[in-house]
């Protein structure tokens, strides 16, 4: 049996930032629920919440309670 090749994601914070900014102007000051769910898809919960949450973000959506960083 062959070895599937790794598969590597780098998240780019600064595209973060430039996608929350337009979601923001958006949706016209209404709040924002980012689904930070399944480990945020591998890309590791707590990093990616704990970058929104210093940009303001203080409510997240998660699939299960066990999920909540």
Not at 20 to 46: M, N, V
Request: proline share 6%.
């Amino acid at each position: 049996m062959s070895r599937l090749p790794l598969t590597r994601v780098y998240i780019s914070l600064k595209n973060l930032d430039h996608n929350l900014k337009l979601l923001r102007e958006l949706s016209g000051g209404r709040p924002l629920w980012p689904a930070i769910k399944a480990d945020a898809y591998g890309h590791g919960a707590l990093i990616i919440a704990g970058h929104l949450l210093a940009r303001g973000v203080s409510t997240f959506g998660v699939a299960q309670v066990q999920e909540a960083p």
